[in-house]
């Protein structure tokens, strides 16, 4: 069985477009793990997640903060525009 960190990872390097949205990285893990559980409808997903059958969001969450943070080739756009508006605010407040 995969480490939570090893599922981001791994879908990271896949598209591009779970760098940006949580949303998405979350449901694709949830769809995966969900596979192999018995069941077919909303219901019976929902019911998964309340029993602990599936990975916390906020599991997949902080891995993929984790995961980004020291592995620079799989940030996002959204993570380098919000570290560099960051540091030309603390230019202009160290600088005035």
Known sequence: MKLVKDKVIEL???D???RDDDNKLIARIWHEEF???EGDSAMDL????ALGQLTSSESIRRSR???QEEHRE???LKYRNRHEEAEEFKK???NN
């Open 12 to 14: 990271l390097k896949l």
């Open 16 to 18: 591009v477009r779970y």
């Open 35 to 37: 596979q192999f559980l």
């Open 46 to 49: 929902l019911k998964a997640l």
């Open 65 to 67: 903060q984790k995961v």
């Open 74 to 76: 799989l940030r996002g």
């Open 92 to 94: 202009q407040l160290f």
